[in-house]
């Protein structure tokens, strides 16, 4: 019988950023600026496309940030990545689409709401390489995470980059970038934006969930042109425009270089703590290993020979400490899989991190 759960003290899971690292002082004083600055039609209701001050910050930032060619004209504001795959899977099943390449892994929430907009999901393979490209066959899109893929850790090999982009001009495919957290690499400089290379073929996804908060609901899309009416009447449709007063504090933030040196320090930050995962699992648990690039905020640490990964889970929760298997996130059972955890490095406070650790140790030591 498993050990029984115990309330979660310490979360290892991915997906989220430290949240005590918030910029409150720097948002407060974003915010008012920006209120004092904003003209009075700006707290009506607003263009579905997001505020222009938004859309002109963000085509800055991800041209020197991400590398990714835009312009304010077409980028859509939405209340983050959910809300941006969403409406770009209602624009694909209205023009007749019927099929969305998935790689294997990833989050089942996505593939729900692919489905959920009435389309057919296809699992693409993903190898040390990445997403295995010729599997796209003849879906209509492909959702992927080229700059660090979300579990697993690679980047998608440039030969497979400029494969995608070719399967996407020659057949008339779009692409969907989720650059989830492409402003955190650690060992390099970043892989720029897919984007860059098709701006025509490429929908670009970005979210503020990562570098500042999910609880903001800011995210955006940059989208080729042959696309930009039909999200935005999906926009309409859905919720009219995104929070103006969040996106003018946003946008203020950005043009101060309050929200560079806000990265740049979480970068630091996130950085340090994955390397102290690696020398953790280095000195107490030596035949665990960690794989993946460095970057992000989680690793995929592969379990000692012989270690069952749910038993592991389990094992875990029993001490209070909640982490995640990388069988969660496949979209069909792997036979031959290494058993593994996805450790998400991000999410606990600084002065909780040491013993969230010392927590993974003792659940690890003997496995």
Known sequence: MPPAARPVRYDLRPGQPDLSAFPRTAWL??????????????FGYSDPRGRHELRQALAGYLARARGARTDPERIVVCTGFTQALSLVCEVLAGR??????????????HRRLVTGRGLRTRAVPVDPHGALVDAFDDAAAALLTPAHQFPLGMALAPERR????????????????????????????AVGALQALAPG???????????????????????????????VEAKTEADRHTGVL????????????EYDRHVRRCRLMYRQRRDRLVAML????????????????????????????????????S?????????????????????????????????AFT??????????VGA
């Open 319 to 351: 001490r209070g400490l909640a982490v995640e298997g990388l069988g969660a996130f496949a979209s069909i059972p792997r036979e031959g899989r290494a058993p593994a955890l996805v450790i998400g490095y991000g999410t606990p406070p600084a002065h």
């Open 96 to 109: 007749g689409a019927t099929t969305v390449a998935v790689e294997e892994y990833g989050h089942h929430s």
């Open 29 to 42: 004083a974003a915010a008012r600026r920006a209120v004092n600055a904003a003209p009075t039609d700006a």
């Open 162 to 189: 400029t494969r995608a982009v070719r399967w996407a001009v020659e057949t008339g495919g779009l692409l969907i970038e989720d650059d989830y957290d492409g402003e955190f690499r650690y060992d390099r400089q």
């Open 201 to 231: 073929s490429v929908v670009y996804a970005g979210t503020a969930s990562k570098t500042l908060a999910p609880g903001l609901r800011l995210g955006w899309l940059v989208l080729p042109a042959h696309l930009i009416d039909d999200t």
């Open 246 to 257: 969040d996106q003018l504090t946003l946008a203020e933030l950005i043009e101060s270089g």
């Open 355 to 364: 013993s969230a650790l010392a927590r993974l140790a003792a659940t690890l």
């Open 282 to 317: 280095a000195e107490r648990v030596p035949q665990a290993r960690v794989t993946g690039l460095a970057a992000g905020m989680h690793a995929v640490v592969e379990l000692p020979d012989g270690a069952d990964e749910d038993a592991v889970v389990a094992r875990a929760s």
